[in-house]
């Protein structure tokens, strides 16, 4: 089974205390700092992920970009990022898909959710970012520790071998 993730960018932004502060500032760096952690998200759980924003507030209306292997979506000039996830849930789900839209809009949940779609709020999408940030910093841990182990290199296949043997000896 496939899953897809449909995040509303702008409602995301909007909700998560770290992003929030930064949209009155900058919101270019916000919607980059989104993207960023929705490659995290993704690559992590090998999930489709597409951020759709609306287009009222970018240049490029009605483009569709790749960035970090997410695909980001701005909608057309009178079209809001809650019609586009509504046409994307019908285009997407079906029985080997299943799609995912992270928004704290309740009209939009409710919508998607009757479409056939998981509701996910911009609340529970943040908890599960945290998660996923620090099962990739305990990976990250565990792989630049192993690699410290040896001065010289060695194969995956030669130094697992070695792991063995060094745990048989106790």
Known sequence: MKDILLV???????????????????LEEARDRLIEKMAE????????VKVIFDAHMVSGVG????????D?????ENETADERIEKLVGELKNIETRVHVATSDYAEQSL????????KSARELRVEMEVV??????????????????????????????????????
């Open 63 to 70: 483009r569709k970009y790749n960035n970090h292997l997410v």
């Open 41 to 48: 998200y993704q690559a992590f759980k090998g999930w489709e």
């Open 8 to 26: 509303d960018g702008y409602n995301i932004i909007g909700d998560w205390p770290e992003l929030k502060p930064l949209r009155e500032k900058n």
């Open 133 to 170: 940030e620090k099962n990739i910093s305990k990976e990250v841990k565990k792989r630049t520790s192993h690699e410290r182990v040896s001065n010289f290199p060695l194969t995956e296949e030669i130094a697992e071998i070695f792991d063995k043997w060094r745990r048989s000896d106790r």
């Open 72 to 76: 980001i979506i701005y909608t057309r």
């Open 112 to 119: 998607t959710f009757g479409s056939g779609a998981l509701r």
